[in-house]
C-alpha cells in the first residue's frame, strides 16, 4: 500500500501529488515496485504478493484500470465498446484489447496511440457506469461485435442478456433492445458481423464456458442442442438443469469442469462437503436421461476430447464441419488497427 492521494477508483495523479508536494515520495514507491505507471501522469498501487485470479481475471483488471486512467487523462470521454464493456463488468473471450475506445467529437472515426474513436455521427445514447459517462449497453454491444473477434463478442452479448433462472441477477438488456439499436443504425460498417452474433446469441448461457461450448459444437457439426433443460430429480427432491441436452437421442451435458464441484468453497470441509453433494446431484441426473457427460475449458478448447464424447453418447451431426469459429484465449479479442480503416471506426 502507499500513503499517496489515491482517487475514488485507487488510482493516483500526479497533478495530485505534486499539489501535495509528494514527488519524492511518488518517485520512490515507483522505484521500490509499490506502485506502477498505467497512464502519463496516472499510477495504481502494485498489489501485495502473487496476483490473485486465473490470467484471464488478471487481464481484465489490467484492462479495467486502463479504462480507469485514460478517464483522468482524456477530456470528458464517453467511453464505448471494449472499454464501456470493462465498466460494466461484463465478459469477453479472449485477452481485452491495449486501446481505449471513446466516442469521436466529429462525424469521423479516428485512431491516435491508444485510443480508438468511434463516429459521432452514430449519436447513441449515454449512461452512467461507475461515475464514468459511456453508451448504452446496446450501442455498446453492437460495437464489440464490430471491434472483437465472433466469441469474444458473443460471449459478452450472452453475459449481458442472461436472465436468471432464479431472479437473482437482473439483465443488462434484452435482444429486443439490442435489435433496435441495430436497425436504427443500419447502415454501418460492420453490420454483418452484429448480424452474425445475434443469430447465435441466448439469454440462456449461464457462463461464457457455455457461450464458447456452442459454438464448438457447431464448428463440430453436431445437432443445435437445446439450453437449460430442466430434470426433476425425486431422490434429492428438487429440479437440475443441464446446460445442453439432445432430445433425439436423449442425452445431455454440461461444460464445467471441476466448477460445480467446488463452487465457493474454501475449506477441506467444505470442499468435501460440495464434492459429496455435486456427486450425488451428478449420480440422480444419470437415472434420468440415456446418456450424460461433462467437459471443461480444455476439453472444448482442444476440440477433439469433446468431439468423442458427443459421439460416444449418439449425438448425431445434423450441420456441415465449420472452419475454426473460436481463435485461442491467448489471442487479443480486437483487431489490430492496421486491419480496420479509421473512417466509421
Known amino acids: 500500500m502507499t500513503d499517496l492521494p489515491l482517487t475514488a477508483h485507487g488510482l493516483i495523479r500526479f497533478d495530485d501529488v505534486r499539489a501535495m508536494g509528494c514527488e519524492s515520495e511518488l518517485a520512490a514507491a515507483l522505484a521500490a515496485g509499490r506502485i506502477s505507471r498505467v497512464r502519463r501522469g496516472v499510477y495504481a498501487p502494485s498489489p501485495a504478493g502473487s496476483p490473485a485470479g486465473s490470467e484471464g481475471e488478471r487481464d481484465a483488471i489490467r484492462y479495467l484500470t486502463e479504462v480507469r486512467a485514460a478517464a483522468e487523462t482524456l477530456r470528458r470521454p464517453i467511453f464505448t465498446s471494449f472499454s464501456a464493456l470493462a465498466l460494466a463488468g461484463l465478459p469477453i473471450f479472449g485477452r481485452w484489447p ?11 472515426g479516428h485512431r491516435r496511440t491508444g485510443v480508438v474513436s468511434v463516429a459521432g455521427s452514430y449519436d447513441p445514447a449515454h449512461a452512467m457506469q461507475a461515475s ?15 471491434h472483437a473477434s465472433l466469441a469474444a463478442a458473443l460471449t459478452a452479448m450472452d453475459a449481458a442478456l442472461r436472465v436468471s433462472r432464479f431472479g437473482s441477477v437482473r439483465s443488462h438488456t434484452t435482444m429486443a433492445a439490442v435489435r433496435a439499436e441495430h436497425e436504427r443504425l443500419l447502415p454501418y460498417r460492420g453490420s454483418r458481423r452484429t448480424e452474425a452474433v445475434l443469430a447465435r446469441t441466448t439469454d440462456q448461457a449461464d457462463t461464457p464456458l457455455e457461450t464458447i461450448g456452442r459454438l464448438v459444437i457447431e464448428e463440430l457439426g453436431f445437432e443445435e442442442p437445446e439450453l437449460q433443460h430442466e430434470l426433476w430429480l425425486p431422490e434429492l427432491g428438487k429440479r437440475a438443469f443441464l446446460d445442453f441436452y439432445w ?14 464441484y467446488l463452487g465457493r468453497a474454501n475449506t477441506t470441509g467444505a470442499v468435501a462437503s460440495a464434492v459429496i453433494a455435486e456427486k450425488e446431484r451428478e449420480n440422480a441426473v444419470r437415472r434420468q436421461v440415456r446418456a450424460f457427460d461433462r467437459w471443461d475449458w480444455s476439453e472444448t478448447l482442444r476440440r477433439t476430447p469433446l468431439d468423442r464424447r458427443l459421439t460416444a453418447m449418439g449425438v448425431p451431426r445434423t450441420r456441415r464441419r465449420r472452419a475454426p469459429l473460436v481463435g485461442s484465449p491467448d489471442e487479443a479479442a480486437a483487431f489490430g488497427p492496421k486491419r480496420r480503416r479509421a473512417a466509421g471506426t
Open 98 to 108: 491495449t486501446e481505449i475506445y471513446v466516442m469521436s467529437g466529429d462525424r469521423q
Open 132 to 146: 464514468h459517462v459511456v453508451t448504452s449497453i446496446e450501442f455498446t454491444l453492437i460495437q464489440i461485435c464490430r
Open 247 to 260: 432430445k433425439g437421442v436423449d442425452a445431455g451435458g454440461e461444460a464445467d469442469g471441476h466448477g460445480k
